[in-house]
């Protein structure tokens, strides 16, 4: 190989260490006693210096070598549903008055927001009214003129009817069905389906603040979420008594017009802040800048809001570490791609319920030298410097050894 083909071989190594993916950020590993396979806690620290996919991570051993990873997250809520029979104390069906009448018994007061009716099939169009009562006696509507509309079930000879309502725990339940056109339906069986919530695990921000504002009709929160992840937010509301309002996620869009503060709020998420309810907003890897939310206040007054609290779905590594071994993680890397390990192929055979260990705080891995421009801060890595002298040293180098190389010729 010529010297010149060397230089220019070199160069090319050269420019590649300059421009190629270069990680920021540096954490260390808690290690561990036995060998096997653990999750690695990335905490809210680690994840506000990654891009969005989690794809500039990586795990290292002491001496540097890469180990293969699997990135996991928890689920937000895992949904079983199954169904609930309860006992139907009367079907009575009155002909002169053409409706019928059904009494559901739910002895524990359960809380529900459906009643399901299994009935005989018929192709009918009907009128329901819903009523509740902890005694049997003092009934108290909760919906009124609900329409039934048969769906006919070809394969089979009953059909399923979903009721839905606003929760409530009565004891007893009223169904008051329209017969004037029709005759009655035959109910078989009723019941509600009972959904099973099993919550992930969640990680609270603790360096998010957020400024508050009471303006006419409206209170206004920004929150500069400082470049971390969002998957739930709560709010804690001390007043008033009861309460019921609505409410938004939005962003501030910069209009295209130049002009000064031409910007504009855009919806991202609406929501309702309700008395008696958990006030929780469910979000996925939510992240902005700075995020508004808005509360509408209309004529009532603006809620004494005592806290609002911003959460990050756990989020692992896993993989398998030897005892007494260090590791560490590499990150923040905005050009670095998802890597691509055989891992993968092998994921039901790591074990489902293994230890998790967590990191040290993160470091900066280059210390950026500041300097002040024209109005503007620019940051720059000194040995970036050196390293673009170099190059501007070996092309002028290059150059000349090709312009005698041509006199020559």
């Not at 029979?85 to 809380?111: C, D, M, Q, S």
């Not at 529900?112 to 009562?133: E, F, P, Q, T």
């Not at 725990?169 to 169904?175: S, T």
Request: charged share 25%; with cysteine; proline share 3%.
């Amino acid at each position: 190989m010529s010297d010149k083909n060397k230089l220019i071989m070199f160069l090319v190594l050269l420019s590649g260490s300059l421009f190629g993916q270069d990680f920021q950020y540096k954490a260390s590993v808690e290690s561990v006693a036995e060998d096997g396979f653990y999750n690695i806690l990335l905490s809210p620290e680690i994840t506000a210096y990654m891009q969005n996919g989690f794809s500039d991570i990586r795990l290292y051993t002491n001496k540097d070598r890469e180990v293969p990873y699997l990135l996991q997250q928890e689920r937000a809520f895992l949904v079983q549903e199954f169904f609930v029979e309860y006992e139907i104390l009367e079907v009575t069906h009155f002909k002169k008055r053409r409706y019928t009448r059904i009494v559901i018994h739910n002895p524990e007061k359960n809380e529900i927001d459906n009643i399901v009716l299994r009935v005989k099939n018929a192709d009918v169009k009907k009128r329901l009214k819903l009523n509740g009562s902890n005694n049997n006696q003092d009934w108290y509507v909760l919906k009124d003129q609900y329409e039934y509309n048969s769906i006919q079930n070809h394969q089979g000879l009953s059909e399923i009817r979903v009721l839905n309502f606003p929760t409530s725990a009565y004891e007893f339940y009223e169904i008051l069905i329209d017969d004037y056109h029709d005759e009655p339906i035959y109910v078989e069986q009723a019941g509600y389906f009972d959904l099973v919530k099993e919550s992930g695990q969640y990680t609270e921000l603790k360096n998010i603040s957020y400024n508050l504002k009471d303006t006419l009709k409206q209170t206004m929160v920004e929150v500069p979420l400082k470049g971390n992840y969002v998957d739930k937010i709560t709010f804690d509301i001390q007043a008033p008594k009861y309460y019921y309002r609505e409410a938004a996620l939005m962003e501030r869009v910069v209009s295209p017009r130049k002009k000064i503060n031409s910007s504009y709020f855009e919806k991202n998420k609406a929501f309702e802040l309700v008395s008696n309810s958990s006030n929780t907003l469910y979000l996925k890897n939510f992240r902005q800048d700075t995020v508004f939310i808005h509360i509408q206040n209309n004529d009532d007054a603006a809620l004494a809001i005592q806290g609002i609290h911003f959460y990050q779905l756990n989020k692992y590594i896993t993989a398998e570490l030897l005892a007494n071994k260090n590791y560490y993680l590499k990150f923040g890397d905005k050009q670095a791609k998802q890597p691509n390990y055989d891992l993968k192929y092998f994921s039901k055979s790591i074990p489902e319920n293994i230890t998790t260990i967590v990191t040290g705080e993160p470091q900066q891995l280059f210390q950026a030298k500041k300097q002040r421009g024209r109005g503007n801060m620019i940051i720059q890595d000194y040995w970036l410097w050196i390293c673009i002298v170099a190059v501007g040293l070996l092309l002028f180098y290059m150059s000349y050894k090709m312009i005698e190389d041509n006199k020559k010729k």
